[in-house]
């Protein structure tokens, strides 16, 4: 069973870049599918970006300037980061991975980011 | 804004069944396997079908789902309290190449 758990800062000021990192324990990144999500308060769900074990990426056409996802195989993690944040990224992250482009089968704990001056 | 559309809010008693649909296209619905998920609010969300009517490991068979075209349908017979949660459906969009979640639906027991 695939557990994934989440870190990274919690509070930003406006123009600043998000970094969170996702931990992949009892898996393997091989034919796998790694996303991020997240969720504005009292929003609905976002697609954020994934990449696959060969290190090919796809982001959300809204973010894509803006987002970059990466993968460290040699420590079973992968992570997200999104530059120049404003008050409208303010939501609760999610690191979620499938085996498939169309499920995601696993979902990190979650990590509230405020974005705030 | 979602390219996936859910009713907003569906209810009904104790014992008793809901439908949830998902509408899309046949860039995304159409041509690719659909997932739902369910969130009880503040806790991650959590996968209850995948592949258009597969349950994973220790979902109940209280929780079905269906394809048909372009919409897709999640079924919930024998409502519990403890299913009072928000529901999502999600695929991937192959004319995007994103995944996309629908709009939502919240479940209330009555």
């Known amino acids: 069973q695939v557990q994934l758990q989440q870190w990274g800062a919690g509070l930003l000021k406006p123009s600043e870049t998000l970094s969170l990192t996702c931990g992949v324990y009892?898996?393997?990144?091989?034919?796998?599918?790694w996303s991020w999500i997240r969720q504005p308060p009292g929003k609905g769900l976002e697609w954020i970006g994934k990449?696959?074990?060969?290190?090919?990426?796809n982001y959300n056409p809204s973010l894509k300037s803006r987002v970059t996802i990466l993968t460290d195989m040699s420590k079973n993690q992968f992570s997200l980061k999104l530059s120049s944040v404003t008050a409208a990224d303010t939501a609760v992250y999610y690191c979620?991975?499938?085996?498939?482009?169309?499920?995601?089968?696993?979902w990190g704990q979650g990590t509230l980011v405020t974005v705030s001056s | 804004q979602s390219v996936l559309t859910q009713p907003p809010s569906v209810s009904a008693a104790p014992g008793q069944r809901v439908t949830i649909s998902c509408s899309g296209s046949?860039?995304?619905?159409?041509?690719?396997?659909v997932s739902w998920y369910l969130q009880i609010p503040g806790t991650a969300p959590k996968l209850l079908i995948y592949?258009?009517?597969k349950r994973p490991s220790g979902i109940p068979d209280r929780f079905s789902g269906s394809k048909s075209g372009t919409s897709a349908t999640l079924g919930i017979t024998g409502l519990q309290t403890g299913d009072e949660a928000d529901y999502y459906c999600?695929?991937?969009?192959?004319?995007?190449?994103?995944?996309?979640f629908g709009t939502g639906t919240n479940v209330t027991v009555l």
């Open positions: 979620a991975s499938g085996d498939s482009e169309d499920t995601q089968h696993y």
């Open positions: 009892g898996g393997s990144f091989s034919g796998n599918y």
């Open positions: 990449i696959n074990h060969r290190g090919s990426t």
């Open positions: 046949s860039s995304n619905i159409g041509n690719n396997y």
């Open positions: 592949e258009n009517n």
């Open positions: 999600g695929t991937w969009d192959s004319s995007l190449s994103a995944y996309v």
